[in-house]
């Protein structure tokens, strides 16, 4: 008898095991697929950096992440020492998303003072571009629009205010 219930408990510990593997393999399933892989041949990348899991519940958190993406999705034109005083430009854009964090509007709220400092408000406008999408949205308090400062230095490379 004692044979039996080895089994028996043998059998439930072997039967837990394959449910916990097959959890994890069909947990696999609902990770993303890299854009590598998903992009037809010759086609541009959609956004750099991971998605976001949970979406933010605040503002603030919403705010941080989009800054921190900023910077992943354009790393060769940002830094993150501290900013240079003074500073070579500071362009501000109102960035408006939808529900799914994908570039509605973008709007200058603030432009550099000097003539030859222009060009990094285009700079900051492609880098939001191309750091978007910035994740579920939905979970933030409406109207989705952010103020996002860049802090640039005399090489034209920014880092966004929050991160300073």
């Keep these: 008898m004692r044979s039996i ?59 941080l992440r989009i800054a921190r993406r900023l910077v992943v999705a354009n790393p060769a034109i940002t830094y ?6 003074p500073l070579f430009a500071i362009p501000v854009l109102e960035v408006e998303v939808d529900a799914d964090g994908n570039v509605r509007n973008i709007t200058v709220v603030r432009r550099p003072s000097d003539d030859d400092a222009q060009d990094t408000i285009q700079i900051a406008i492609d880098a939001v571009r191309r750091a978007a999408p910035f994740g579920d949205a939905r979970h933030v308090p409406r109207p989705w629009k952010f103020t996002q400062v860049f802090l640039f230095d005399e090489t034209r490379r920014f880092k966004p205010q929050l991160l300073d």
Excluded: H, I, W
């Excluded at 993150?80 to 005083?85: F, G, K, Q, R, S």
């Design 80 to 85: 993150l020492t501290p900013a240079e005083n």
């Design 5 to 63: 219930e080895t089994s028996s408990a043998a059998a439930g510990r072997a039967a837990r095991l394959t449910v916990g593997l097959g959890l994890c393999a069909l947990s696999a399933c609902n990770t993303p697929m890299s854009t590598e892989s998903t992009r037809g041949a010759g086609a541009p990348a959609q956004s750099a950096g991971p998605a976001f899991v949970l979406p933010a519940t605040s503002s603030d958190e919403y705010k």
